[in-house]
């Protein structure tokens, strides 16, 4: 069985994202307190359900506390799921629901939605190390869907898959990110008139970037800082490591440097490549 586990914070995009699930064929379950989970899933199995996805979160009260128990019985029994952590930072989860009007699941008499969403984060803490992060925090629906179809695509028995990521500063750091490189003390295209409007994956900022000895220092630093540790993280069985490269805005230094990383492992492991902040 493909089993796809979902968590993450109230307005993080779970609904989203199980849709496209759904939409892709899986059976989905929302909403599923922990401690049935072993028992569903095993009764999905002998029906002959094939891929499956549940969503376990804070509405679960704290059934969900019996969420990394209920993932280790699942292990036992030769069931292996990939767990799936959607985020996004307290200011965006709060105009998220600040839009929609809706309650937070801890919204209380005496407690606030800042505070509610606090409390939510700290409960999460143990769950969201259990798999992939994703920030969706800057991510439209249609993006979250193609990140998470590419999530339900990757085939775990291949190992780890390698993410080079690129985004900008000025729109926070991604919170799904293993590895950060601050790219903003290269010289930047922004300043070239001709080169504003293009991004790092243009022709005339690439050449522009490869002219720049400060920028071929980094890039190869950063080469050799994945590839030296590479291989202690597929020791670790890590199914995901997500290396990103900020600028300022994110569309050229940080673009570039994504780009040509992921082309230069592209040999070594299964590589995706993510741009935050590109329309």
């Keep these: 069985m493909d089993l796809i586990l979902i968590s993450g914070l109230s307005g993080s995009g779970k609904t989203v994202a199980l849709h496209m699930l759904e939409d892709s064929g899986y ?34 009260g704290y059934s969900l506390l019996q969420l990394p128990g209920a993932v280790r019985d699942l292990q ?13 930072r ?6 998220r629901f600040s839009e929609t009007r809706r309650s937070h699941p801890l ?4 407690r606030s939605l800042a505070e509610s969403i606090a409390e939510e984060r700290r409960r999460m803490e143990e769950i969201a190390a259990l798999g992939h992060h994703i920030d969706t925090s800057d991510l439209k629906a249609g993006a979250l869907r193609e990140w998470v179809r590419q999530f339900a695509q990757a085939d775990p028995e291949r190992g780890l898959t390698l993410m080079f990521e690129s985004f900008g500063f000025k729109h926070g750091l991604p919170l799904d990110a293993d590895f950060v490189f601050d790219a903003r003390c290269l010289p930047n295209p922004h300043y ?5 409007p293009l ?3 243009d022709a005339p900022v690439i050449d522009y ?11 190869d630093d950063i080469q050799r800082f994945v590839a030296t540790w590479l291989p202690a993280f597929v020791r ?9 490269i900020g600028c300022t805005g994110g569309q050229h230094r940080s673009v570039y440097l994504a780009e040509w990383l992921a082309r230069a492992f592209a040999g070594q492991a299964r590589v995706l490549v993510r741009h935050r902040n590109l329309p």
């Design 76 to 88: 036992k029994a030769e069931m292996q799921p990939r767990f799936l952590f959607l985020d996004a």
């Design 90 to 95: 307290d200011d965006i989860l709060l105009k």
């Design 236 to 244: 670790d069985n890590r199914n995901y490591l997500t290396v990103a």
């Design 107 to 110: 919204a209380s008499t005496g």
């Design 192 to 196: 070239e008139s001709e080169l504003r």
């Design 199 to 201: 991004t790092g994956k």
């Design 209 to 219: 970037l490869e002219a720049q000895p400060d920028v071929l220092a980094m890039r």
């Design 27 to 60: 059976y989905c379950v929302d909403n599923l307190p922990s401690s049935l989970l072993h028992s569903l899933v095993r009764e999905l199995r002998d029906e002959g359900y094939e891929r499956v996805a549940v969503a376990v979160d804070i509405r679960g």
